[in-house]
Structures are given as structure tokens and as C-alpha cells.
């Protein structure tokens, strides 16, 4: 079984330049998230999806949005970037159990720069 | 809100050292407890977790106790190896929640 896949793993982009991350989850997984990860801040949550409803936001400002497909792969997009935006972003899908424990799992990351 | 706190590294060890990662958490209601590794230029990968008090996660080697009492998940292997080297993540999430929060991350380095 394919665990989550990240595309594109590395980039560059300049200031004021905006991006968009792709995410595919586990098959199965209908519960998608994104988290930054930076030195400084270490592991935030940015919003997560399911069933192409966005359920859950993070402490970001609004040029980070998100959206999922009825295929529950999803992407993030970052509008007018910010040297401050340079991070790991990771992806990471469950499947919904209903349960406690619903297991959180992580693709590689993109590793964004900006410059 | 939620909340994480773990030991600040880094920690450095000998190959077959004991190694323990202190966590306690702040949490309403019965949140689930995971501890997660990443190994340098990779993801997060889940190296075990807990869904209710007393419960023991373990995997590898590792092994963490869900201790609702002292609200702590602490980190514990026996004998580390130098492959053991990595930053090791203590995380929580409210129950049937999928929004995790994480502790600062603990950096382990171990030395042949």
C-alpha cells in the first residue's frame, strides 16, 4: 500500500510569488491535514480536510488556503510568499474509524525556500 | 488548549544506553498520545501510540505508558542503537480529532 505522496519535494520561489503544494492520501484515507514545520516554530497545524470540507484551521494568516478533491487528494496554496514561509510542509491522512486513535500518517514533505 | 511539553535536548548517548524522553501534556477530556520519529531530510514516521490511560504503546524497542494521573507519555528503549539517532516528537489529539499537537521535538544522537 502507497503511503501519503508529496509533490514537489523541493522548491524555490521568489517573494510575492505563490505556490501550490499536491498531497495523495493512503488509499482510503478521506481525512487529509497539512502541517508547517520550521526551526523556529517547530510543528504547526495548518487546516484539515474531509470529504472536500475543510473541518479544521490552524493559526495562519489567509494567504494559506487549502482544498480537497472527491478523490480526497488534496492541495495547499501560499499566495504572496514571505521569506517567513521557507519550511518543511507535510501532509499527513487518516481514515476515519470514529474511533479514539485515529492514526495520523505523514508523507516526506515539500521543502519550500524562499527567497 | 492543548498542549505538549517535552524534554529539551539534545541527548546524547552511547550505543546500548538507556534512553528516556520526558512528555506531559495538557488535554480536556481523553485525547490519544503518540510519539513520532524523523530521521534527518524525512517525514514524521509514527513509532507508537496510546488511546486511553494505562495503555503501553511499543514498537522497535520503544516503549511509553499513557499515565493519566501524571498526564505524561514518556519515552523509553533499553538499549539504543546508532540507527536510533533521529528527533523524536511526542504529539497529542482529542479524541476522534485528527488535528495533532506537537512537543518542540527532542534531538537524539547516539555514538558507537
Known amino acids: 500500500k502507497a503511503g501519503v505522496t508529496q509533490t514537489p519535494r523541493y522548491l524555490i520561489k521568489t517573494r510575492g510569488q505563490q505556490v501550490t503544494l499536491s498531497c495523495s492520501p493512503i488509499?482510503?484515507?478521506?481525512?487529509v491535514s497539512w502541517y508547517q514545520q520550521t526551526p523556529g516554530q517547530g510543528l504547526q497545524f495548518l487546516f484539515e480536510?474531509?470529504?472536500?470540507?475543510?473541518?479544521n484551521k490552524g493559526n495562519f494568516p489567509g494567504r494559506f488556503s487549502g482544498r480537497q478533491f472527491s478523490n480526497s487528494r488534496s492541495e495547499m496554496n501560499v499566495s504572496t510568499l514571505e521569506l517567513g514561509d521557507s519550511a518543511l510542509y507535510l501532509c499527513?491522512?487518516?481514515?476515519?474509524?470514529?474511533?479514539?486513535?485515529?492514526?495520523?500518517?505523514f508523507g516526506e514533505g515539500s521543502w519550500l525556500t524562499v527567497v | 488548549g492543548d498542549s505538549v511539553t517535552q524534554m529539551e535536548g539534545p541527548v546524547t548517548l552511547s550505543e546500548e544506553a538507556f534512553l528516556t524522553i520526558n512528555c506531559t501534556y495538557t488535554?480536556?477530556?481523553?485525547?490519544?498520545l503518540f510519539w513520532y520519529v524523523q530521521y534527518p531530510g524525512e517525514g514524521l514516521q509514527l513509532l507508537l501510540k496510546a488511546t486511553k490511560a494505562d495503555d503501553k504503546g511499543s514498537n522497535k524497542g520503544f516503549e511509553a505508558t499513557y499515565r493519566k494521573e501524571t498526564t505524561s507519555f514518556h519515552l523509553e528503549k533499553g538499549s539504543v542503537q546508532v540507527s536510533d539517532s533521529a528527533v523524536y516528537f511526542c504529539a497529542l489529539s482529542p479524541y476522534n480529532d485528527y488535528k495533532l499537537s506537537f512537543g518542540a521535538g527532542t534531538t537524539v544522537t547516539v555514538r558507537a
Open positions: 488535554a480536556t477530556g481523553y485525547p490519544s
Open positions: 480536510y474531509f470529504s472536500e470540507t475543510q473541518r
Open positions: 488509499s482510503g484515507h478521506r481525512s
Open positions: 499527513a491522512s487518516s481514515y476515519e474509524t470514529g474511533y479514539a486513535g485515529n492514526t495520523i500518517y
